[in-house]
């Protein structure tokens, strides 16, 4: 029986050894708690330097839920919105985490193009707001979540061409970095251009899908929503007694450049797969330009798929969704695409049924893609 082959989620993939080492190196003597241990205030250091922000102020919470509905409830008013991309994580996936810590903000989901926010789209919409309306929700920040949700991602213009609409009308700049290195990866650009110089308040920095454990972390650039986070994030529960471990695992994350070095090695993956599906003529839903691929398989292709042991999210209507990890290998790739040549040739067999492979499947919406699928 072949090994099986990971490609439901990074969040699937181990912890990286350099992280381990720095959290077995962490475990030393004793160290103040709650943030007051030398790791925390290195950690302070590493951030500013790597975002060129002196002032920055960072807070390692649990999950990257934590640090998106905790920014964004520090960021806007009970009676406010957010507005994101209608396939945006922290509207379709969170729960509605955000509403809760905000005290009911809403989110408003908006269309456009390869599943990223527009300046028109967030004009649009700003424009048809009932501004000082208190039966209505005012805008009040702008979220973007870059790479997205189907592995597309923002240029630094593209973010800063939508943060010069929202700022115009007074609303805070919020970015979702659950795969944040992937997209620096993606785009060769720094940390900071794609995030404090294209005008960005607050963002996640998600680490965990990225190699580490147990932390990812809120950094603002915003001293007001600073302020408010030191309280939100204790009431919250996400201000860690051992603060240390989770500050160690993020220094080593963002030192000499590992994060990004990892997520190259994932995007790589993701990239060779790509052109293994396109030669094989599998439609991708976008291009992908980071670790994550959605392609049009086809519900018989896909069950054949999982037979072979390959671990994927089938999405439905035959469309799956393949994510790679700093642990996918080229060889992970090759093996993937000839278990996928063997599926292929059942494209013209009796119908079956796709048997979802250990764990939920992921539940993003495909609101314009199902149409006129061949499944
Ligand atoms: C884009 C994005 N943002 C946020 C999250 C939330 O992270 P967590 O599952 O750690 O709460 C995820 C998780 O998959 C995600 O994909």
Redo the contacts with the bound molecule.
Sequence with gaps: MPSPIELR?D?AAGAAPQLLNALAAANTGSALAYGGDAWTEELREVVAEAFGAPDVAVFPVS????A?SLALSAMCPPWGSVLCHETA??IT??GGATSMFGAGAVMQGLSGERYKLTPKTVKTALDAAQWGDPHCSQPSVVSF?C???FGTVYSPDEVSAVVAVARARGLKTHL?G??LANAIAGLHCSPAALTREAGIDVF?L?A??GGAIST?AIVSFDPEVSDQLLYRVKRAGHVSSKMRFQSAQLIAYLSDGLWVKMARTANAATAELARGLRERDVALLAEPQANIIFAKLGDKVAAALADLDVYFYSMGGGVVRFVTSWQTTPHDITDMLGRLDQALTVRRTAPRTVRPRKGRSASVPLPDVLDGLDT
């Design positions: 989620s969040n999950s990257g839920t934590a998106n994580h922290i996936n969170e979540t790479p997205t949700d979702d659950a795969r996640s998600g965990i899908k990812d």
